[in-house]
């Protein structure tokens, strides 16, 4: 136990949580400690100053559990979280964070940029988006389209039962997927239904299998 340190237990208390939250852990002044998901990043460093609007600042000033909606003015991107204060001995010392991604409700097509104007898409329809030259490319049968919002921006707009972030530059709707292949350094190849090839880069992989199920 003495070669355990901090940084360590807290990423083996990390990896209980699920991939799509992302956990941070504060003093009363700054971060401590932060793990990303692949469905949420606020950037977050080990050192950085805790800002005002935050849930680790509310929870802090008030001593009480917050959880609730933050709008992306705050950090830059919205979220939903909870923050939970902790103390030592009667005294307030920092706060525990989870971090969920904010989903955006209501919206059940993707309006896209033609050469005429522009094009709703359904979300059914979507086959996958891929993120290339400075624009979010967004592909169905017979037709595709450019947005303006970045993937991570669709991440939180797509339903998450449909839509995988399977690689920096893709996301793909699972319903379109015919096959998938292995390739090398445990990735995937994703034949979709429009034959096109996708690859699943490896840092999402074991994200990718377990939210898939193989």
């Known amino acids: 136990m003495e070669r355990l340190t901090l940084d360590s237990l807290l990423e083996v208390i990390g990896e209980l949580f699920s991939d799509e939250i992302s956990i941070a852990i504060s003093n009363t002044n700054e971060y401590l400690y932060?793990?990303?998901s692949k469905r949420i990043d606020l950037k977050i460093q080990k050192g950085d100053r805790i800002k005002q609007g935050t849930l680790a600042h509310k929870a802090i000033v008030t001593e009480q559990k917050v959880s609730e909606f933050v709008d992306r003015d705050v950090l830059g991107v919205p979220y939903h979280g909870m923050a939970v204060p902790f103390h030592f001995e009667g005294?307030?010392?920092g706060c525990v964070l989870a971090?969920?991604?904010?989903y955006t409700e209501g919206k059940t097509v993707v309006t896209?940029?033609?050469e005429?104007?522009?094009?709703p898409i359904p979300f059914m329809d979507v086959n996958y988006l891929e993120a290339k030259d400075r624009k979010t490319h967004v592909f169905s049968e017979g037709y595709s389209g450019t947005h303006t919002s970045t993937l991570q921006d669709f991440e939180f707009m797509l339903p998450r039962e449909n839509f995988i972030r399977c690689h920096r530059s893709f996301i793909v709707?699972?319903?379109?997927?015919?096959?998938i292949y292995p390739d090398t350094h445990s990735t995937f190849l994703l034949a979709m239904d429009n034959d096109v090839r996708i690859p699943v880069s490896q840092s999402y992989s074991s994200y990718f299998r377990k939210l898939l199920g193989f």
């Open 173 to 179: 709707n699972v319903h379109h997927i015919k096959e």
């Open 112 to 114: 896209v940029r033609s």
């Open 116 to 119: 005429d104007g522009w094009k």
């Open 99 to 102: 971090i969920y991604p904010a």
């Open 34 to 36: 932060y793990r990303r």
């Open 91 to 93: 005294v307030l010392e």
